[in-house]
């Protein structure tokens, strides 16, 4: 047999084993075409005949590695699969990767080595919001492309990013009414880590439960990023005795977090509550026994049971180990090179300016989570979901709203 065919062959196993994602109105396996550089790149980007750069900007450091890493995982395992199937415009994607270390400044200072000096087509990074609003005035005075994974608390638009995890609307507020709806919960304990995210998520949160469900905030703390001590806060939730604890604890503090709540008594079995920030990526190192009977609000959970999701998962584990785990924001980091494809296929250039035109309304209808669709805001429309957590460590889906949610980032009367 000759060289080629083994080739051929060996590319077809590989795109069937990794499960190739299909985006509406492009053929799933069609060999992409490959038109002159100076056609698709009229503003100096990093491409060239065969290959395009792209960038990778997470923390693979510091206190948030705990929930970035599996995004970088992600983002590597999308772009592998795209490059299998002949890239994009027929280049080959070659990533850059910068490490945000868990500090914003950094972060700022990457995004502009990316984008100045490497002169990357698209960026795919950030977790938290803080990160994301230090290099968002670098995304826009240089005109880059960011695609940003993480659930976060809307109030923001722009034109130089995609949002692919959820905003407020459809991960706050429905877990508010589920929660109102199914435990009657009316007195609530809002509890985050210091930093934009939080704060700005439990205002909406209050104002949500105050305004519109006529319920009562009786407690609202906020720790230090690396925090390990709750034991005030503990103190604290035992005095108010609330309905619900409403959480937004972030990165590793999560493993001090809910260890320190088992120990005081405080479980699922005696306390209701639901948090924004507990993954499966968070959920290896707090522990399956200490999470057990808490629910988690997100769009995504690993054990989602849909065609989709079981070859993600499957391909997902074949290249980082049976052991590895896929959180909310690992697969919304993972629709990032897949929606930057289509977009660019789409356009018929890596140009910035045009690749953002030709998003709104790009679909993909073979996401793990499901179809989903970038609106003119550019966010994406997605269901929402609420889990319990499993000693074991996975998730139980026990909510999932009917229908895809429009994202609205700026929601009326939470401002």
């Known amino acids: 047999m000759s060289q080629d065919f083994h080739q051929s062959l060996r590319r077809r196993r590989l795109l069937q084993g990794l499960g190739a994602i299909s985006v509406a109105g492009l053929p799933m396996l069609a060999r992409a075409q490959t038109p002159p550089t100076a056609q698709v790149n009229t503003t100096k980007l990093a491409v060239t005949d065969t290959e395009v750069v792209v960038g990778q900007l997470h923390s693979s450091t510091g206190t948030m590695a705990i929930s970035e890493t599996g995004s970088i995982q992600a983002e590597q395992l999308a772009i592998d699969q795209i490059n299998a199937m002949g890239g994009v415009l027929g280049r080959k994607i070659r990533v850059i990767k910068e490490d945000g270390a868990s500090d914003w400044p950094t972060f700022a200072e990457k995004a502009k080595k990316l984008l100045i000096s490497d002169h990357v087509a698209t960026v795919f990074g950030c977790w938290t919001s803080a990160s994301r609003k230090a290099v968002l005035p670098v995304f826009e005075k240089e005109n880059g492309l960011l695609y940003y994974p993480t659930f976060y608390e809307g109030l923001e638009q ?44 439990m205002k909406i949160a209050r104002k949500h439960i105050e305004t519109f469900q006529k319920g009562k905030v009786v407690g609202e703390e906020y720790y230090p990023l690396s925090n390990t001590n709750f034991n005030s806060l503990i103190n604290k939730i035992k005095v108010a005795k609330p309905d619900l604890i409403f959480a937004a604890v972030v990165g590793g503090s999560n493993v001090a977090f809910y260890k320190q709540l088992k120990a005081a008594g405080i479980t699922g079995d005696k306390q209701f509550l639901v948090t924004l920030s507990v993954t499966e990526d968070e959920m290896l190192g707090i522990g399956g026994e200490n999470f057990a009977g808490f629910y988690s609000s997100m769009k995504y959970f690993q054990t989602l049971d849909n065609p989709n999701n079981k070859k993600f998962v499957e391909a997902f584990k074949a290249k980082y180990g049976p052991k590895s785990v896929i959180g909310d924001v690992t697969q919304a980091g993972y629709l990032g090179p897949w929606l930057w494809k ?51 460590g996975t998730f139980k889906v026990v909510s999932e709203s009917p229908e895809l949610i429009k994202p609205d980032p700026f929601p009326k009367g939470y401002q």
């Not at 722009?158 to 459809?170: D, F, L």
């Not at 953002?356 to 966010?379: C, F, Q, R």
Request: hydrophobic share 40%; aromatic share 10%.
């Open 158 to 201: 722009s034109k130089n990013v995609i949002y692919t995890g959820q905003e407020a609307t459809q991960q706050i507020l429905y877990s508010l009414d589920w929660a109102k709806k199914e435990k009657n919960a009316s007195k609530v304990f809002l509890v985050g880590s210091d930093y934009i995210w939080p704060r700005t998520s």
């Open 342 to 392: 289509a977009a660019v296929e789409k356009a018929g250039s890596f140009d910035v300016d045009k690749v953002v035109a030709a998003s709104p309304g790009i679909e993909l209808n073979t996401a793990p989570e499901g179809y989903v669709k970038i609106d003119a805001n550019h966010h994406l429309w997605s269901k929402s979901r609420i889990a319990q957590g499993l000693p074991d």
